[in-house]
């Protein structure tokens, strides 16, 4: 569990505080959280349905009678909106672009850098090319370069894209004859470029939930036949983080370009604590548009038989 610390002004009495949200696993298509706040000592759950536009908020416990309730509902609603569904779409993408400029690429930890415990070591990158071997490879969202640069010095042909507007300010130098300006929806290459794959790591969250579809159609229109993917699908506080969805949704968006191979990276990578609480694991997955992955049907069919572990829907 990842317990995350969000500022709570009370406007009423002028008290500042926190409210505290445990941050826990998707259970099917629902995400439950427990929350509390330092000013009232409210204390209740919150359902997120990835299907439905508002949250479901219920109060366990409420103090100085029923203080606080309006304030909290409405800062839960505006911090937990990537959970749900039609917050955001592409009409907003230029505003959100806004964020990646330099600071935020240069705190960011390239996805290819970091190891998986108990594997030997080995960076994402390693594993990537001892996976799939040292083709020709996209970079989504490659940030400074560094990652891309270490799959190149392991024998892969890679190359990058990237939707920072001071990408040429950012790059590292020697990466820069390797990387161009572009986004997952509109990917800046050819079919003729001969990519067989196309790596999205820590990427696909960043997207309005009406391009998913669009970026895997891309996807299949650049011809690779490898997707790798690593989503993080919890962590709704890091600025530019959209689409928080279960791996059944992403199934189903990509179902008609890829499907997920089970496994095929078995260990989840070491990713460092934030600020604001220990993130939940995040896998690398594999998916293949060649008919031997996982069909996603079946993956949305087991994520609803996994009970909503939480009461009724509560104050609405």
């Not at 416990?61 to 029923?66: A, L, N, Q, V, Y």
């Not at 994402?124 to 020709?136: D, F, T």
């Not at 993080?232 to 506080?237: E, G, L, S």
């Not at 279960?246 to 095929?264: G, Q, T």
Request: negative net charge; glycine residues 10%.
């Amino acid at each position: 569990m990842a317990v995350v610390s969000i500022p709570f002004h009370d406007s009423d009495s002028g008290s500042t505080g926190l409210i505290h949200v445990e941050n826990g696993p998707w259970m099917g298509m629902r995400k439950v959280l427990c929350f509390t706040d330092t000013i009232y000592g409210n204390e209740g759950t919150v359902i997120c349905d990835c299907r439905e536009s508002t949250p479901r908020i219920r109060f366990d416990r409420t103090f100085s009678p029923m203080g606080g309730v309006e304030e909290t509902v409405q800062v839960l609603s505006l911090m937990l909106r990537p959970f749900l569904a039609g917050q955001f779409s592409a009409e907003i993408l230029e505003d959100v672009r806004t964020i990646y400029r330099r600071d935020y690429v240069r705190e960011s930890v390239d996805p290819l850098l970091e190891t998986g415990p108990g594997g030997e070591g080995k960076t994402m990158a390693r594993q990537v090319v001892e996976r799939l071997g040292p083709g020709k490879m996209l970079v989504a969202g490659c940030g400074r370069g560094e990652g891309l640069m270490a799959l190149r010095s392991l024998g892969a042909d890679a190359w990058g894209i990237d939707y920072s507007p001071e990408l040429e300010e950012i790059l590292l130098p020697e990466a820069r004859p390797f990387v161009r300006s572009g986004s997952l929806h509109r990917i800046p290459f050819e079919r003729e470029d001969g990519f067989e794959t196309l790596l999205c790591l820590g990427v696909l969250e960043h997207l309005p939930e009406d391009l998913a579809r669009e970026a895997a159609r891309e996807a299949r229109r650049l011809g690779v036949s490898n997707l790798v993917t690593m989503i993080d699908h919890h962590d709704f506080v890091r600025p530019g983080h959209l689409t928080l969805r279960p791996l059944a949704w992403w199934a189903r968006e990509f179902a008609p370009f890829f499907s997920p191979i089970k496994a095929a990276f078995p260990l989840p990578l070491r990713v460092p604590a934030l600020p604001w609480g220990s993130p939940l694991e995040q896998r690398p997955r594999l998916w293949t548009n060649s008919g031997d992955g996982e069909d996603p049907e079946s993956l949305d069919r087991e994520a609803e038989r996994i009970p909503v572990l939480a009461g009724g829907p509560g104050l609405e």
